[in-house]
């Protein structure tokens, strides 16, 4: 069977679901004739896209701190204190993202990035408190640094706290703003912030190659590219994909939904055996479909049993790296 009837044969849905593929294949392409530049700093920059949507997202709600990224990384042996906040500083200067503040210009959010940021790592003492005491009070304290707002139009995108657990172990808090940095980058944070303690605590200069791009060009080529019939086209599809989307998920729950969102979630973990692993994988195989599809099939599966909707919202993240330069 050819090509052409092999699409023929396909259901609407999915001859759908193709056309949009070898757009997104058409728009990639394009893209590689179009390489992000740098831009000039003197004139208000523009935000990307995601960056827009968590500033609108901050103007509903400020300081809230739903969209917090926070980690706690157990250090053990002697610090140096000194090397470890040179290192963020360091992290801070290359990445123009941390020393970025956003303000309201004409009506419109701009993007303002300051010349220089210091960071200060303040450490607080546990080591006089009773064992339990002491991880109680740092889980605590990790707590609240997460549930500390970030001032968008004037403050830093960055926190870290060092607490002292023993004489040789400690709990370093980093809190970043998602509108700074999202899950690869903030591992890149710590990678690089390591890497520079390294560099530092032995008196040495860093060892990072300077960055050729920085977040602000991206804001600017994304900004320059999708426009037109492009963005168009792109909104078009997720207004039709989320026509009539159902406002709440309809889940039965032990108590009444509170009138203001606490956004206090928990978490379930659980493990799948190696047998599991592969049957589900042969399933994946068997249907066209990668392990990740078939998981969230199972889980709105999961939903819908409880729910009775046919028509289930889930978001996923993703990482969304697709340029060489990013």
């Given at each position: 069977m050819s090509f052409f009837e092999q699409v023929e044969a396909l259901s609407p849905t999915k001859r759908k679901l193709l056309e949009l593929a070898l757009s997104k294949r058409k728009e990639?392409?394009?893209?590689?004739?179009?390489?992000?530049?740098?831009?000039?700093r003197s004139a208000p920059l523009p935000l990307s896209f995601a960056q827009e949507r968590l500033w609108f997202l901050d103007q509903l709600e400020p300081n809230s701190s739903a969209y917090n990224i926070h980690q706690s990384i157990h250090l053990a042996g002697h610090l140096k204190s000194s090397a470890l906040e040179q290192g963020f500083n360091e992290v801070i200067r290359r990445h123009e993202a941390l020393r970025t503040t956003f303000i309201s210009l004409n009506g419109k959010p701009v993007q303002v990035i300051k010349e220089s940021l210091e960071l200060g790592i303040p450490e607080v003492?546990?080591?006089?408190?009773?064992?339990?005491k002491r991880e109680l009070t740092a889980q605590e304290l990790a707590k609240q640094e997460n549930s500390r707002g970030?001032?968008?139009?004037?403050?830093?995108?960055?926190?870290?706290?060092?607490?002292?657990?023993?004489p040789l172990e400690r709990v370093l808090l980093i809190v970043l703003h998602h509108i700074g940095a999202d899950g690869w980058s903030s591992n890149i944070?710590?990678?690089?912030?390591?890497?520079?303690?390294?560099?530092?605590?032995?008196?040495?200069?860093?060892?990072?190659?300077?960055?050729?791009?920085?977040?602000?060009?991206?804001?600017?080529?994304?900004?320059?590219?999708?426009q037109g019939e492009i963005v168009d086209r792109q909104l078009d599809y997720w207004k039709q994909q989320l026509a009539d989307a159902p406002e709440l998920l309809d889940l039965p729950t032990d108590r009444p939904r509170p009138p203001v969102r606490s956004y206090s979630g928990g978490?379930?973990?659980?493990?799948?055996?190696?047998?599991?692993?592969?049957?589900?994988?042969?399933?994946s195989q068997q249907h066209?479909?990668?392990?990740?599809?078939?998981?969230?099939?199972?889980?709105?599966?999961?939903?819908?049993?409880?729910?009775?909707?046919?028509?289930?919202?889930?978001?996923?993240?993703?990482?969304?790296?697709?340029?060489?330069?990013?």
């Open positions: 990639a392409r394009a893209d590689l004739s179009q390489p992000i530049q740098p831009v000039d003492d546990l080591t006089g408190l009773e064992t339990t970030f001032d968008l139009a004037s403050g830093r995108l960055l926190r870290a706290t060092l607490l002292s657990t023993g944070l710590i990678r690089e912030a390591a890497s520079l303690y390294q560099s530092f605590g032995q008196g040495q200069p860093s060892a990072i190659e300077e960055l050729r791009t920085q977040y602000a060009d991206y804001a600017v080529w994304q900004r320059q590219r999708l978490s379930h973990s659980f493990n799948l055996d190696a047998v599991q692993i592969e049957e589900l994988k042969r399933l066209g479909s990668t392990l990740f599809m078939t998981m969230l099939a199972v889980f709105k599966t999961l939903l819908y049993r409880y729910s009775g909707q046919n028509d289930i919202l889930v978001g996923t993240a993703v990482a969304n790296r697709t340029r060489t330069e990013v």
